[in-house]
């Protein structure tokens, strides 16, 4: 079995991904950066190597079952075997649901919830095998439900079941499977969302802080530190969990 832990982030070229994806190169892993245009994984791949990491770039769509499978078995042969993956890939095709176009939702699908299925089950074989595996889902408090969001909110919920199944099936193989619902964090996608209800992203931003007990909107290093624990050796005892990190209380 192998001792050094390597790592999958998806949607790891900027934001959250890019943040969770050094902050597991600082705590020793080697990391593969995973996003839909490789040579946009560069800068976050440059970041982790300036600093003394080991980091890896790889082109993928997580919805494409065979990209799926080749990217994995890259990373298995440059890297060893991904025995941590943080499922973080996503985007909003946001709408109120009588606009929502059926492309809308199946784009949305595609990407979270059967790139999450994808990845995770070429990953898993590695886990078993190694009797080692941490899985991080990334949910969202919009699971809760949000207007505008049928489709992301279903697909975040989503998300937080198939954590708790993960859990029960893989838990057998030393392998934890748990999900961070970020509240509202500062990046490119939430500044869309701003520019689609039309308002201005530094106005929209003091509007949640003031709705949010901490006073404050998140960071992805927020979220970093959260997918850090999770994917710990320490972590062993903590499975099919949902943290939210959102500043105060969420169902």
Partial sequence: MSTARTAVVTGAARGIGAEVARRLAAD???VAVVDLDESACRSTVEDIAHAGG???????DVSDEEAVTAAVERVATELGPPTVLVNNAGIIRDNLLFKMTTADWDAVMDVHLRGAFLMTRACQAHMVQERFGRIVNLSSTSALGNRGQANYSAAKAGMQGLTKTLAIELGRYNVTANAIA???????MTAATAARVGVDFEQFKEAVARETPVARIGRPADI???????????????????????GGPRD
């Fill in 224 to 246: 970093a530190h959260a997918a850090s624990f999770f994917c710990s050796e320490g972590a062993g005892f903590v499975s099919g969990q949902v943290l939210y990190v959102a």
């Fill in 182 to 188: 970020p509240g509202f964090i500062e990046t490119d």
């Fill in 54 to 60: 080991t980091a890896l770039a790889v082109g993928c």
């Fill in 28 to 30: 020793g892993m080697s």
